[in-house]
């Protein structure tokens, strides 16, 4: 009797992937899903500005995505289209929100919005480095928040993601130029404000009181004794 062997849905390419999630593979889905997830998320949250409600957004995204995916004609990647469910959703979300929240109410409950994982901030074994780039991710986040939704989706495709301006153009439906200039935009605004809070940053930077201190006049002292 032949050994049956369980698809590898992870390793089979895009086009057929797809065909079996139209087909109603649910495990194909699951795959297209696993690739997808971190940028989805990333463009959900960029609109959302709130974990959470992030999370939302992209689960009703697939829902509705899987339920619709028959009609996918294949003109643009699997990815682009996912996003632009992913923006109408987030987009959504944001007009029934503004309908029944103040926007003063909206500003303090993000205030205890996560993080985003931005490049090159993992985690390691010392617990002041990691206490030091969780300040940096909240000073950044805070600063990608702030900027206007347009320049804001562009930053988080082409410096987080890293995806080049025409991808990026396709996935956001934008003309390559239109990128390039809300990229350079969104650059010159993070510059100013960046600028602006890590100049009352630096006033604290090397601090030499408290335990330092004690323990280098301890040092001097024994030694002029």
């Known amino acids: 009797m032949r050994a049956v062997h369980a698809l590898d849905y992870a390793g089979l390419p895009e086009a057929d992937l797809v065909a079996k999630a139209k087909a109603g593979d649910r495990e194909a889905f699951r795959a297209i899903m696993t690739r997808c997830n971190q940028r989805l998320f990333r463009i959900a949250r960029a609109v959302v500005r709130d974990e959470a409600e992030a999370e939302d957004v992209l689960q009703e995204a697939y829902v509705r995505a899987f339920a619709a995916i028959a009609g996918f004609r294949g003109e643009a990647g699997i990815a682009t289209w996912l996003t632009r469910i992913v923006l109408n959703e987030a987009h959504g979300r944001l007009r029934r929100r503004r309908t029944m929240v103040e926007l003063d109410e909206l500003e303090t409950a993000q205030t205890g919005a996560q993080v985003l994982d931005f490049p090159g901030m993992a985690r390691s074994d010392d617990p002041e480095a990691d206490a030091a ?23 988080i495709l082409r410096e987080i993601e890293e995806l080049s301006a025409e991808e990026t153009a396709r996935h956001l439906d934008l003309k390559v130029e239109t990128v390039k200039t809300r990229l350079h935009r969104a ?36 030694r002029l004794s």
């Not at 510059?191 to 004690?214: H, I, K, N, S, W």
């Open 133 to 155: 780039r969780a300040q940096i991710r909240r000073i950044l986040e805070r600063a990608v928040d702030a900027l206007p939704e347009p320049f804001r989706l562009v930053f």
């Open 187 to 222: 650059r010159r605004r993070l510059r100013e404000t960046l600028d602006a809070q890590l100049a009352d940053v630096m006033v604290g930077a090397y601090p030499f009181l408290g335990a330092r201190c004690e323990r280098i006049t301890q040092a001097v002292l024994r």
